[in-house]
């Protein structure tokens, strides 16, 4: 009797929960939200809404519709959300000319409605305002306009309530699956009469539990949180090549499952919360770990190296970098165009003495940095400028103020704000007009914390490690106009003009040039910064800089060997 009573109730559960997660996915409203775009083009041109909730744009998250003549509002519904921190509208790519009128969102907790669009950040178009409506015009040779809408900290999060009609709903799943239930049972009683209760009710949610991840691609019961680790993820393998390399494919399936397991945040979440705070040890040793008054630092292989002695640059190769630079600068000479290189410090390097004590006593001087510069000094190369030395004294001198963030690889806005000045006093002695670098008491920063602590993101504890950051504000900032454009790969070039300043300078950069662009933008009338380390002849003829600044942190110190290309394949 007890067998038949829990085979009816775990029918019942399991009918139910597939009943009402199919209709929470495909009917039901809980979690969604509206968007409505008025907007007048051409018959035929796509308009495309990205929306990001939680770390960036991505193809998954999109919807599209094509224009249609007389028809001038477009509506989108996004469904299964917990909260929505901006949006993109990609017009078609060859578009002329458009006309946006309003955007309103429905079904966020304040919602949403925005009637003028330029100050929105655009790639790729002019944004003209008139009374009623803005115009929208895209710049010549550019393949992807769009406009990126900030949703405000108020109106982020979903409202979630269920409609009455969401009520009929789920009365009708309980209903059905009590029907099922009183249908299958007697069968799965039949199936399993020679077994005990406990070994029926084990195998049972075995099975739960080992075809979840696959369930749930069709229910949809649980949607995974997007991507919050700082790295990126297997990409699944091509089904054909299983007949040609058997064993590479299932080990690049192996991996990719493993990073899109559905419940893998959790269980990595779970497991970081427990090892860090019962036990004080990082989760993952190979990607990070924890130093002393619980610093983290990156577990990247070249920098465990460069602090063990293992890895030390011989002669041909701080040669060959010389080479390289030496040959950089003569080429940007002859365009009559300053060049400057500089090298921003690992954590490893400036806050030794915080490292691990079995880290502290394998570490051996002159790291590959301090080689290399004491190699360009030698060699008299006037345009390699030293912030390594700055921040390391900065931090033995002034402890408590932090030149790098606790849970992050990047030097906080204090030290790229110290590497700024040097950077800029040493480009001043050839170049005078760039001006008076800024001081300290020019600056105001507001304490910021944050989620986007990379190496806490990393162990999925961005929440409990949040990143103090600081607003950096000072006089004439609000001068400095801001424009984004298409740029290498992934990442967009930032240009900023300052009417108040003389000259252009083009920045060569990597993620440790985020707090220099406004600094560096304070003293030339053009700043572009392009997240690559090739400088390209074609950029240089398109931006006509006075000045060019390699920034290159000494993670990536082997990036240094990259030549300039003159000549490119279109």
Known sequence: MLKKIVSYILTFVVAAFVLISLGKHYVFKYGNIQIAIQYESLQGED????????KGFSAENKLTQTTKFGEYKYEYEVRDLD??????????????????????????????ELTHFEKCSSSGLVIYPFKDFCLLKRIANNND????????????YVLKKIESGDIILITICLMMAMLLSYLLTPSIIKRFSNHTLLNTVLFFFFVLIVSSHWTN?????????????????????????????????FKKYDAWFTDHFDYRQILVKTNSYLRINLFQTSPIPNAMFIGKNFEFYSGNDLLIDDVTGKRRLNEQEMNYIYQNLKIKYNTLKDLNIGYYVTMPPSKQTVYEDLLPSYLRKQAKSDKMAKQLGD???????????????ILKQRHKYFPKERVFYQYDIHWSERGAFFAYQILMN?????????????????IKLDTVYTNQADLAKLILLSEQYKKETYEMKFENSDSIKETIENGVFTYPVFRYFNPKAVGKVLVYRDS????????????????????????????????????????????FLFDLFKPIILNEKK
């Open 47 to 54: 308009i495309t809404l990205y929306w990001n909730k939680s």
């Open 83 to 112: 909260s929505l921190l901006e949006i993109r509208i990609d017009p078609y790519e060859k578009i002329k000319y458009a006309i946006i009128k309003k955007l309103t969102i429905t079904g966020l907790q304040n919602n949403f």
């Open 145 to 156: 306009p769009y406009l990126k809408i900030k949703i405000p900290k108020e109106s982020k």
């Open 217 to 249: 691609h069709f229910l949809k019961f649980y949607t995974p949180p997007a991507n919050l680790e700082n790295r990126r993820l297997a990409q699944e393998p091509n089904v054909d090549s299983i007949l040609i390399q058997p064993k590479q494919y």
């Open 375 to 389: 190699f360009l000094v030698k060699n008299s190369v006037q345009y390699y400028v030293n912030v390594i030395d």
């Open 426 to 442: 040493n480009i001043r002695i050839k170049y005078p007009w760039v001006g008076n670098t800024l001081q300290m008491n020019d």
């Open 512 to 555: 440790y040039s985020e707090q220099w662009k406004k600094l560096i933008a304070h003293h030339f009338r053009e700043s572009t910064f392009i997240w690559d380390q090739n400088i390209r002849l074609s950029q240089i003829l398109e931006y006509k800089p006075d000045i060019i600044i390699q920034e290159n942190c000494e993670m």
